[in-house]
Each structure stands twice: as structure tokens, then as C-alpha cells.
């Protein structure tokens, strides 16, 4: 009972605890307040007060992430502070400063245009973090835009932050979602249908908000002293153990490996971001922005969410991973005037390639249930993902029924029968064969493995999600939450939290079939 009590007395309210200003306490800003979109040069950021809304309701709010943080429930003050209406004497409210390349293309100065960061809350449990609102109105960097979220979009970033933690994915996390009481015009799917949608704000978390793009900002300007004191800052603050003359090579050899990391666990769990631009990569390695991103229902190596990636498709699943090679060659890019000579670096950047298949292969040996994977099992994981793809089975699923697959090799038509209920149309006869040939190669390695076999399925059980926030799902309850009901919400709120039991098998099964054609489900774009 006295442990309770303690806990309990250390947490704080968001409207009476103070605020850090580490970050613009470091770094030069725009001070002015003035909100008019424009160029920045020489600044980090800028200061912008969230504009009030008419009537701020929270709808949502994360006990888990406010039991880490240290922050009580909120009462009305702070629910305030969560829809932008109040802004505490400690807090300074800017939005950062970063430019980035999108769909490959340099786009220049970009910035936080719908995000505006109050400070730094720091507990004792999980040190310093960063709090900002999404939505809370225009930015210096708005652009054309209104600084303004919709209730739709808030709805999947605050959902699919969550979720992506408990599946153990590196990522921001959103504390709250509050709905504005305001109307905001959207153009959904940029084809000139725009309507008024319900508006809303998200309180989300992160150590650090800092991004490739923060660093590209600061080469393009070719300012190099900021540059050079961004860089060193973050390997102090974030990166303590990183320390010697040598601290800037081997800081990007890290922030290599982490997203290494984060790429394998994307594909792990079936994600697709749908925007891997430069300005949407973290150099904490965390998943950020979420955008048009979707998880696989279907196993289609070649399949995005996103609208505007269509023609290219640069942003598909089975694409990430040469994605986030590219968008680190524009990191590397963005920091070598630090270099006198760049040789070390761009060798670094050639080791991606190893890192990243050492690492997925590891992660695919765990779904699989092997106990350590040799270079011979790769041809196995090859072959897999290729009668995969050629059969286009729910990944989800198809994996939840591998772990129940008996031990022994079984012949074409008992496969057939337990994979079943994962195929969205019946495999021919030449694919089914491979199918059966490939598991069973599988089901003979499996075989030879040094742990036991209920050790093996508990490995995959770990490995392999059982429940996913599918975009049809979302869809439906986007749908109901804007009509004043927040049942699915709710059910899909719990049932992220364990995603890896049967808990929710209410969820177990294959996308309905109207939903692989409807706006909102199937197709998304970057519109919020």
C-alpha cells in the first residue's frame, strides 16, 4: 500500500507542473510570434502559440503512456492545454524548422506545419520528453495549409502510435486525443471533392522530434556551425555513450543500425509507413508521422496505402528497406562537411546492406521458429516470401497458422485444408504445390533445430502479432466516432494492448471484401 501511495503522489498535473526549455534554451529561434508562412534562415525554430478552438472535448487518453510520464488524469485545465486553449507560463510553444526530400525529390525548407511543441516533461522513471500538438493550429511553416488536424487522421495517429508500442516497435507515442468542436475543410483524396470535417487535436510524445531533415536543413543553408552544434548536442543528449574524437562517424553508424532495426520490425508485424520521406525519418530511429501508412492484409511485397505513391510505388512494403537506404545516403549527405574526408562515412553507408540483412533474416528465423539462422536457411526465408507473394494469403493470419502447423511434412491437400482460412482467393494447382514443397523443406529444418518444440512456437508466438489495426477496421470506427459513438474505438483500443493473445479473436479474420475497394480503407493520401 505505501509503494502505491508514492506512486500515486508522483504524479502531476500538465497545467501545474513546470516545463523544460532545453531545446530552445540551446538553440537560436524566431522569437517573433508572427505566424505568416516563410524562409527561417539561421534558426531552429519557431515560436508559435496554438491558436484556440471552440470547444475541446477529450475523447481519448493513454493511462499506460501517463503512468510512465509520471501525468495525472487530466481535469479541465489540462484539457485545455490538450486542444491548444491554454498555454502555461513554463511552456514555449514552437515548431521546428527541417526540410527534407519527399517522393525523391529535394522539396527544401519544410517544418512542423500542424505541430507545435510545448516543451520538455520529464519524470523520474523515463527522463525527458517531448510534447507536442498535432492540429493546434498554423505554424510558420504551415504553408498553404491551416495548421489544423482532422478528426480522421487523429483518430489512426493516436490508435496506431499506441498499437505500434505494444507490438514492441519503436515509436512516438500519442497521449491524448481531443476533438476541437470546429469544422476544417479537407480535400480527402486531392481531386477537388473538398468537405468539412470534424477537427482534432493529438498530444503526442517523444524524446526527440528531430529528424534527417533537421540536419539536410542546415547543410542546404550551408550552415555549418549549427550544423556541427545540432550534431554534437544530440550525441550528448541522446547518444551519451558515444564519446572520442571520433563521435560523429560512429553517432551515424548507429543512427544507421537503429533504422536498420525499425525497418526489419516494420516488416515483422506487416507495416508500410505509405511516406518515407527524409523529413519523416527519426534519427532516434523511431516510426514518426503517421501518415497513409496500412499493415499488409494480403502479402503483396509491392502494395502502398498511399494515393500519391501509386504511379511509383517508391514507398511499398517490400521497398522500405531500400528506402531507408536512400534516405540515409541523404543524411550522411546532409553531415559531411563535418568530414575533412568523407571515405569513412560513405563506406559506413555501404555496410547498411549487411546490417539490414543480417538483422531480418534473424527476424524472420524468430517468426519461423528457428532456433538460429545459419546462411543455409536463408534459400528457406527466399522461398517463402516468394510463394508468398505468388499466393498472396493475410500475413497475419497465414503466420498465426504456421505456428499451429503439425511438425511433420504434410502432403498438397492438408495444407490446403489448415491454411485455408488465410487465402483470399484458392491458389492454383502449380502454386499450391510450391506452397506444399516449401513448407515442406520448412517442416525438415524445423525438425532440426536444438530447442524443443514448444520452446520453437513460443518464439513464434512472440514474433508474430495475432491482432493488427487493420485500415477497415480503423475505417469503420473513424466512421462511428464521427457520428458521436466510440464502441469499436474502444474495443480496438484494448484489443491493441495485447496484440500477441487470442484475447480478441473477435478481430481474427480476413478483410471483408468490401473493404478492398472503399476510400478510406483501401486508399488513403496524406490529406489531415
Known sequence: MAAKWTYLRSMDNLSTKAFEKVFVSTFEGDHSGDLQPRQTPGVFYSKAIPTPVKQPELLAWSDELAAELGISAPNEQDISILGGNLVTPTMYPYANCYAGHQFGNWAGQLGDGRAITLGEWTSAAKGSFELQLKGAGPTPYSRRGDGRAVLRSSIREYLMSEAMHHLGVPTTRALALVATGDQVLRDMFYDGRTAYEPGAVVMRSAPSFLRFGSFEMLAARQETAQLQKLTDWTIEKFYPHITGEHKTITWFKEVMDRTAALIVEWLRVGFVHGVMNTDNMSVLGLTIDYGPYSFLDDYDPGFTPNTTDLPGRRYAFGRQHTVAYWNLGCLASAIA????????????????????????????????????????????????????????????????????????????ESIMQHFSPSFYREPDTASLEKLSHMLQTYQNRFGKNKITEDAAKSMMKLNNPRFILRNYLLHQAIQEMEKGESTLFNNLEEAMKTPYSADHDEFFKLRPEWAATQPGSSTLSCSS
Do not use: C, W
Open 337 to 412: 562537411p563535418l568530414f575533412e574526408n568523407t571515405e569513412e562515412l560513405s563506406a559506413a553507408l555501404e555496410d547498411f546492406k549487411i546490417i539490414y540483412l543480417e538483422k531480418y533474416y534473424a527476424m524472420m528465423g524468430k517468426k519461423l521458429g528457428l532456433d538460429e539462422v545459419q546462411e543455409d536457411d536463408h534459400q528457406l526465408i527466399d522461398d517463402l516470401e516468394e510463394t508468398l507473394d505468388r499466393i498472396k494469403p493475410d500475413m497475419t493470419i497465414f503466420f498465426q497458422l504456421l505456428i499451429s502447423l503439425p511438425a511433420a511434412p504434410q502432403n498438397a
